[in-house]
């Protein structure tokens, strides 16, 4: 008679668990949006060493010795990113290696998450990190921002929505190659670029607790777009060298976001500025000259849209938020 299969224990994060974490992260199939190679000691910079990690969050899947797979929940920020608000919880990232039982460890996986927020007190799950939900795997997972769940990871997305999270929202991913881009100049173009310049600010202190939480490792650039009368910012945008992402792809590339015009300097050209300005200056003033810039949007922002289109982004992809109103998962 043969041996009868053996049983996937699920149990937290242990001190010894790196090792094979960042194997199983490895083992992915190639994917855009997910970061590779990945390291023990990239692990635990980017998720263990944050303040806010709670061994409980973090599940993994055992096939006796071997690890299978592994998810990681966690909550969002309070409202004034001083501290952790447990009313908001999402799965970070969920992920399983070759298995025959493969669906069946990502669906048991994903119950231990709901699991853990709902004894967290969690109302509302989300799929993925969502800024400002967006805990953990800035940079390692989604580009440029934090997206949820791209669409190409189709496995994923519909684990979530069989388990009953709905969409809403839609995000698309654009990119531009910068070799060769040149920003628009026309009549209004003129017009401000005699009025207002643009100012790069390099690693800005965060303006909160959470923010230095989620960004600490990343460098970020705020270009400021400034009145040449002096007068106050009226708008702004965030650039981040996307170095994990441009191992993957070999070429250089930063992501784009948090895009701001104040309302009334919109519909003036001044987003068109400001973006084309950032562009300029990422692939010939950077100390490390970007090829390629990613920005995420929602596909509903149709002005944002149209402004990023007009100067030569495409879309290369789309990703999801997936949210589920808090249920209390059978035991």
């Known amino acids: 008679m043969g041996s009868a299969p053996a049983v996937i224990q699920y149990r937290p ?3 010894t668990d790196p090792p094979q974490l960042a194997d199983l992260w490895c083992s992915q199939p190639p994917q855009r949006a997910l ?23 973090l599940i993994v899947a055992m096939d006796g010795s071997r690890m299978v797979g592994f998810a990681h ?34 669906q048991q996986l994903l119950m231990h998450c709901e699991r ?33 769940i791209f669409e190409s ?3 994923t997305v519909r684990l979530f929505q069989a388990s009953g999270y709905q969409t809403v929202q839609t995000r ?3 990119e531009r190659k910068l070799s060769g881009f040149r920003p628009i100049v026309d009549r209004l173009q003129m017009q401000v670029r005699r009025q207002y310049m643009i100012q790069v600010d390099v690693d800005p202190p965060a303006s909160n607790w959470w923010d230095a939480c989620t ?4 460098e970020r650039r705020v270009h400021r777009i400034i009145s040449r009368r002096g007068e106050q910012p009226c708008g702004q945008i965030t650039s981040w060298e996307m170095d994990r992402m441009s191992m993957a792809r070999g070429v250089r590339a930063a992501g784009l976001m948090l895009l701001e015009i104040d309302h009334e300097h919109r519909g003036q050209g001044l987003g068109t500025f400001l973006v084309g300005e950032t562009l300029r200056w990422l692939h010939t003033q950077s100390t490390r000259p970007v090829e390629l810039a990613v920005i995420q949007i929602p596909e509903d922002n149709r ?12 879309a290369v992809d789309r990703s999801l938020v997936l949210r589920k109103t808090a249920t209390r998962p059978a035991d």
């Open 215 to 218: 960004t600490e490792q990343i």
């Open 13 to 15: 994060f242990r001190n």
């Open 303 to 314: 002005a944002a849209r149209s402004l990023f289109e007009k100067l030569g982004f495409q």
């Open 73 to 106: 929940a966690a909550f969002g920020p309070t409202p004034d990113g001083a501290g952790v608000d447990t009313r908001t919880g999402t799965t970070c990232l969920l992920m399983v290696g070759r298995h025959a039982d493969r669906q069946q460890v990502a």
């Open 153 to 155: 990871d189709t496995e």
């Open 35 to 57: 970061a590779q190679p990945m390291t023990t000691t990239l692990f635990e910079q980017k998720v263990l060493s944050k303040p806010y990690f709670d061994r409980e969050g």
């Open 116 to 148: 853990y927020l709902a004894r967290r007190g969690a109302q509302t799950w989300m799929a993925g990190c969502v800024r400002p939900v967006n805990p953990f795997y800035q940079g390692l997972y989604g580009d440029t921002d934090s997206p949820g």
């Open 172 to 174: 698309v991913i654009l």
